[in-house]
Protein backbone atom coordinates (compact mmCIF):
# COMPACT_ATOMS: atom_id res chain seq x y z
CA UNK A 1 0.00 0.00 0.00
CA UNK A 2 0.81 3.70 -0.58
CA UNK A 3 2.58 5.90 2.31
CA UNK A 4 0.57 8.76 1.29
CA UNK A 5 -2.94 9.40 -0.04
CA UNK A 6 -4.31 12.24 -1.69
CA UNK A 7 -7.52 13.81 -0.79
CA UNK A 8 -9.62 14.09 -3.23
CA UNK A 9 -8.75 12.80 -6.22
CA UNK A 10 -9.63 14.99 -8.64
CA UNK A 11 -10.38 18.86 -8.12
CA UNK A 12 -12.15 21.83 -10.38
CA UNK A 13 -11.78 24.92 -10.22
CA UNK A 14 -12.01 28.46 -11.54
CA UNK A 15 -9.25 30.65 -11.98
CA UNK A 16 -8.49 32.56 -9.18
CA UNK A 17 -9.68 30.10 -6.64
CA UNK A 18 -8.04 28.40 -3.93
CA UNK A 19 -7.43 24.48 -4.42
CA UNK A 20 -6.72 22.75 -1.20
CA UNK A 21 -5.39 19.15 -1.56
CA UNK A 22 -5.17 16.79 1.63
CA UNK A 23 -2.65 13.72 1.77
CA UNK A 24 -2.25 11.47 4.96
CA UNK A 25 0.57 8.97 5.61
CA UNK A 26 0.58 5.95 7.87
CA UNK A 27 4.69 5.76 9.30
CA UNK A 28 6.40 8.15 11.03
CA UNK A 29 8.44 10.71 8.33
CA UNK A 30 11.47 12.76 8.65
CA UNK A 31 9.63 14.93 5.81
CA UNK A 32 7.41 15.10 3.40
CA UNK A 33 7.41 16.97 -0.26
CA UNK A 34 4.67 17.73 -3.01
CA UNK A 35 5.40 17.83 -6.31
CA UNK A 36 3.47 18.51 -9.50
CA UNK A 37 3.07 16.32 -12.73
CA UNK A 38 1.90 18.31 -15.83
CA UNK A 39 0.34 15.79 -18.40
CA UNK A 40 2.84 13.46 -19.98
CA UNK A 41 5.78 14.81 -18.36
CA UNK A 42 8.24 14.24 -15.71
CA UNK A 43 7.53 15.12 -11.73
CA UNK A 44 8.83 18.98 -10.44
CA UNK A 45 9.46 19.30 -6.91
CA UNK A 46 7.52 22.11 -5.03
CA UNK A 47 7.85 22.09 -1.73
CA UNK A 48 9.41 20.23 1.31
CA UNK A 49 8.48 20.08 5.08
CA UNK A 50 10.58 18.78 7.64
CA UNK A 51 9.04 16.77 10.42
CA UNK A 52 9.54 19.49 13.06
CA UNK A 53 7.54 21.77 10.90
CA UNK A 54 4.01 22.77 10.92
CA UNK A 55 3.80 25.09 7.92
CA UNK A 56 5.75 26.60 4.97
CA UNK A 57 5.29 29.04 2.16
CA UNK A 58 6.19 29.33 -1.21
CA UNK A 59 5.15 32.09 -3.17
CA UNK A 60 1.36 30.97 -3.87
CA UNK A 61 1.73 27.59 -1.75
CA UNK A 62 1.19 26.45 1.63
CA UNK A 63 1.85 23.43 3.13
CA UNK A 64 0.85 22.38 6.69
CA UNK A 65 2.04 19.16 8.47
CA UNK A 66 0.60 17.91 11.19
CA UNK A 67 2.63 14.74 12.30
CA UNK A 68 0.04 13.52 15.05
CA UNK A 69 -2.56 13.11 13.10
CA UNK A 70 -0.24 12.21 9.76
CA UNK A 71 -1.25 14.31 7.56
CA UNK A 72 -0.59 17.36 5.24
CA UNK A 73 -1.97 19.63 2.94
CA UNK A 74 -1.39 22.02 -0.30
CA UNK A 75 -2.73 24.94 -0.47
CA UNK A 76 -2.78 26.94 -3.92
CA UNK A 77 -4.13 30.30 -3.99
CA UNK A 78 -4.92 32.41 -6.54
CA UNK A 79 -5.04 29.79 -9.16
CA UNK A 80 -3.68 29.97 -12.76
CA UNK A 81 -5.22 27.85 -15.33
CA UNK A 82 -1.03 26.99 -15.73
CA UNK A 83 -1.87 25.16 -12.25
CA UNK A 84 -3.86 22.37 -14.02
CA UNK A 85 -1.62 18.88 -13.03
CA UNK A 86 -1.35 16.18 -10.99
CA UNK A 87 -0.03 17.02 -7.56
CA UNK A 88 1.32 14.14 -5.07
CA UNK A 89 2.54 13.79 -1.64
CA UNK A 90 5.54 12.39 -1.39
CA UNK A 91 6.53 10.89 2.64
CA UNK A 92 10.42 10.54 3.09
CA UNK A 93 10.92 8.10 5.98
CA UNK A 94 14.96 8.54 6.73
CA UNK A 95 17.36 9.54 5.61
CA UNK A 96 18.56 8.56 2.28
CA UNK A 97 15.36 10.66 0.56
CA UNK A 98 13.83 7.55 -0.41
CA UNK A 99 10.24 8.21 -1.44
CA UNK A 100 6.51 6.48 -1.23
CA UNK A 101 4.22 8.79 -3.04
CA UNK A 102 0.55 8.56 -2.62
CA UNK A 103 -2.17 8.61 -6.05
CA UNK A 104 -2.22 11.97 -6.71
CA UNK A 105 -4.92 15.23 -6.96
CA UNK A 106 -6.09 15.67 -10.44
CA UNK A 107 -6.14 19.31 -10.46
CA UNK A 108 -8.28 21.17 -13.30
CA UNK A 109 -8.24 25.12 -13.39
CA UNK A 110 -10.32 26.32 -15.41
CA UNK A 111 -10.01 30.11 -17.26
CA UNK B 1 22.39 22.69 -15.76
CA UNK B 2 20.98 20.32 -17.91
CA UNK B 3 17.94 18.09 -16.57
CA UNK B 4 17.45 14.43 -15.98
CA UNK B 5 18.04 12.73 -19.57
CA UNK B 6 16.09 9.71 -20.37
CA UNK B 7 15.42 7.82 -23.62
CA UNK B 8 13.78 6.62 -25.41
CA UNK B 9 10.67 8.19 -24.69
CA UNK B 10 8.56 5.65 -26.13
CA UNK B 11 8.61 2.13 -26.46
CA UNK B 12 6.02 -0.35 -27.78
CA UNK B 13 7.05 -3.85 -27.52
CA UNK B 14 5.24 -7.41 -27.31
CA UNK B 15 4.90 -8.99 -24.38
CA UNK B 16 8.05 -11.95 -23.78
CA UNK B 17 10.55 -9.37 -25.88
CA UNK B 18 13.16 -7.76 -23.65
CA UNK B 19 13.17 -3.18 -23.53
CA UNK B 20 15.99 -1.54 -21.73
CA UNK B 21 15.98 2.54 -20.73
CA UNK B 22 18.27 4.67 -19.97
CA UNK B 23 19.22 7.26 -17.91
CA UNK B 24 22.14 10.16 -17.53
CA UNK B 25 21.33 12.21 -13.83
CA UNK B 26 22.31 15.86 -13.23
CA UNK B 27 26.48 15.82 -12.95
CA UNK B 28 27.62 15.26 -9.64
CA UNK B 29 24.16 13.92 -8.30
CA UNK B 30 25.01 10.35 -6.49
CA UNK B 31 21.99 9.53 -5.90
CA UNK B 32 19.68 7.78 -9.11
CA UNK B 33 16.03 6.21 -8.73
CA UNK B 34 14.08 4.52 -11.32
CA UNK B 35 9.78 4.37 -10.60
CA UNK B 36 7.70 2.70 -12.34
CA UNK B 37 4.36 4.85 -12.50
CA UNK B 38 1.38 3.03 -13.95
CA UNK B 39 -1.50 4.97 -15.48
CA UNK B 40 -3.68 7.29 -12.77
CA UNK B 41 -1.21 6.16 -9.83
CA UNK B 42 1.63 7.89 -7.82
CA UNK B 43 5.33 6.89 -8.80
CA UNK B 44 6.69 3.15 -6.96
CA UNK B 45 10.14 2.80 -6.59
CA UNK B 46 12.14 0.29 -8.15
CA UNK B 47 15.37 0.81 -7.35
CA UNK B 48 17.48 3.57 -5.58
CA UNK B 49 21.75 3.65 -6.58
CA UNK B 50 23.94 5.55 -4.43
CA UNK B 51 27.19 5.87 -6.96
CA UNK B 52 27.43 2.35 -8.40
CA UNK B 53 25.81 0.56 -5.11
CA UNK B 54 22.31 -0.40 -4.95
CA UNK B 55 20.88 1.05 -1.59
CA UNK B 56 17.32 -0.43 -1.99
CA UNK B 57 15.65 -2.98 -4.77
CA UNK B 58 13.01 -4.07 -2.48
CA UNK B 59 10.39 -3.32 -5.02
CA UNK B 60 12.10 -4.51 -7.84
CA UNK B 61 10.83 -7.69 -9.70
CA UNK B 62 14.30 -9.21 -9.86
CA UNK B 63 12.86 -12.39 -11.82
CA UNK B 64 12.26 -10.13 -15.17
CA UNK B 65 13.57 -6.37 -13.79
CA UNK B 66 17.15 -5.69 -13.72
CA UNK B 67 19.07 -2.46 -13.36
CA UNK B 68 22.65 -1.42 -13.54
CA UNK B 69 25.08 2.13 -13.08
CA UNK B 70 28.16 0.38 -13.31
CA UNK B 71 30.51 3.27 -13.09
CA UNK B 72 27.91 5.39 -10.99
CA UNK B 73 26.60 8.00 -13.61
CA UNK B 74 24.06 6.76 -16.13
CA UNK B 75 21.88 4.13 -15.39
CA UNK B 76 20.11 1.10 -17.75
CA UNK B 77 17.06 -0.59 -16.39
CA UNK B 78 16.06 -3.36 -18.84
CA UNK B 79 12.98 -5.54 -18.62
CA UNK B 80 12.91 -9.39 -19.63
CA UNK B 81 10.57 -10.88 -20.49
CA UNK B 82 8.08 -7.93 -20.59
CA UNK B 83 4.28 -8.76 -19.11
CA UNK B 84 1.44 -6.52 -20.32
CA UNK B 85 1.52 -5.56 -16.86
CA UNK B 86 4.58 -3.63 -17.39
CA UNK B 87 2.82 -1.13 -19.33
CA UNK B 88 3.60 2.21 -17.80
CA UNK B 89 6.32 5.05 -17.73
CA UNK B 90 9.37 4.34 -16.26
CA UNK B 91 11.04 7.49 -14.60
CA UNK B 92 13.99 8.25 -13.30
CA UNK B 93 15.22 10.75 -11.13
CA UNK B 94 18.32 11.90 -9.25
CA UNK B 95 19.89 13.89 -6.13
CA UNK B 96 22.53 14.96 -4.10
CA UNK B 97 22.91 13.11 -1.27
CA UNK B 98 21.06 13.28 1.62
CA UNK B 99 18.37 15.26 2.58
CA UNK B 100 17.50 18.19 -0.05
CA UNK B 101 15.26 20.80 0.18
CA UNK B 102 14.90 20.52 -3.28
CA UNK B 103 14.00 17.35 -3.35
CA UNK B 104 14.51 14.75 -6.39
CA UNK B 105 14.85 15.71 -9.78
CA UNK B 106 12.94 13.40 -12.55
CA UNK B 107 13.62 13.07 -16.15
CA UNK B 108 10.61 13.17 -18.69
CA UNK B 109 10.04 9.59 -18.09
CA UNK B 110 10.07 6.47 -21.04
CA UNK B 111 6.33 5.21 -21.45
CA UNK B 112 6.15 2.06 -22.25
CA UNK B 113 2.95 0.37 -24.03
CA UNK B 114 3.18 -3.98 -23.64
CA UNK B 115 0.82 -5.57 -25.89
Known amino acids: SQQGEEDPQALSIQEGENATMNCSYKTSINNLQWYRQNSGRGLVHLILIRSNEREKHSGRLRVTLDTSKKSSSLLITASRAADTASYFCAANKAAGNKLTFGGGTRVLVKP | ?115
Open chain 2, 1 to 115: EAGVAQSPRYKIIEKRQSVAFWCNPISGHATLYWYQQILGQGPKLLIQFQNNGVVDDSQLPKDRFSAERLKGVDSTLKIQPAKLEDSAVYLCASSVTGTNPRGQYFGPGTRLTVT
